[in-house]
C-alpha cells in the first residue's frame, strides 16, 4: 500500500486503506495482487503471499465490522442509561459504595480491623493516651500562665517612666500636626485653610 495516501487515524474505521476509503490498492478478491508488491518476503511464495493478503482483508474487515457493531452497542448502553436516568456521576458513586463495601468485607480490611481494636484495648496504648492527655493539659496551662504573665508586663511597662516619657513625645508631635482638637470637631490638616468635604470612599 501507498503510505501517503493511508488514513493513520486509528480510531477510523477506515485505518490502513485508501484514501477513497476502500480497497483501491486490492484486487477483486479483496488481496493485494503480487504484481503490486515488487518483491516477495524470503520464503514466501506467491500463492502463499496471495492467501495470506486475502486473510489480511477479512480480518481487517472483520475489525471494522466489530468498531461499527461496538459503537451501536454503546449508542443503545448509553440510552438506556439516560432513559432509566443514570448519569456518569450517579454510576460513579454507585461503583465507590460497592468498592468501599468491598473493601470492608474483604480479608486485609477485616484483620487490619481486629488488630486495631486490640491495639486499641491494650496496656500500652491506655498509658500513651493518658500520657497525651496529661501532656496536652499541662501545655495549656503552660500558654495560660505565659498569657498571664505578658499581660501583666504589658501593663507594669505602660506604666513605667520611659513608656510615659514616649507617650507624652507621640502626643506633642500630633498636637503639633493635627492641633487642638474641640468636641464635635472634625480633626483638620495644618496646612488646610478651607475644609471642603471628600466624598471618597476612603
Do not use: C
Request: net charge negative; no cysteine; glycine share 8%.
Amino acid at each position: 500500500m501507498d503510505p501517503v495516501g493511508q488514513d493513520i487515524n486509528l480510531n477510523s474505521p477506515n485505518k490502513g486503506l485508501g484514501p477513497a476509503g476502500g480497497v483501491d490498492s486490492l484486487t477483486e478478491g479483496g488481496a493485494m495482487g503480487v504484481a503490486a508488491v515488487n518483491t516477495l518476503p524470503p520464503g514466501l511464495t506467491e500463492e502463499e503471499a496471495e492467501e495470506l493478503y486475502s486473510d489480511l482483508a477479512k480480518v481487517e474487515e472483520e475489525i471494522n465490522t466489530l468498531r461499527q457493531v461496538l459503537l451501536a452497542k454503546e449508542k443503545h448502553s448509553a440510552e438506556l442509561k439516560r432513559k432509566l436516568g443514570l448519569s456518569p456521576l450517579n454510576e460513579l458513586k454507585q461503583n465507590l459504595t460497592k468498592g468501599w463495601q468491598d473493601v470492608q468485607t474483604s480479608n486485609a480490611y477485616l484483620t487490619a480491623s481486629e488488630t486495631l481494636d486490640g491495639i486499641a484495648q491494650s496496656e500500652a496504648y491506655k498509658k500513651t493516651s493518658e500520657t497525651l492527655s496529661v501532656a496536652g493539659q499541662k501545655t495549656t496551662a503552660a500558654f495560660s500562665t505565659m498569657g498571664t504573665v505578658l499581660s501583666r508586663k504589658l501593663g507594669d511597662m505602660r506604666n513605667s517612666p520611659t513608656f510615659k516619657s514616649f507617650e507624652d513625645k507621640v502626643g506633642n508631635i500630633k498636637y503639633m500636626v493635627v492641633g487642638p482638637r474641640r468636641n464635635g470637631e472634625a480633626v483638620q490638616s495644618p496646612t488646610e485653610t478651607n475644609p471642603v468635604q471628600d466624598n471618597a470612599p476612603f
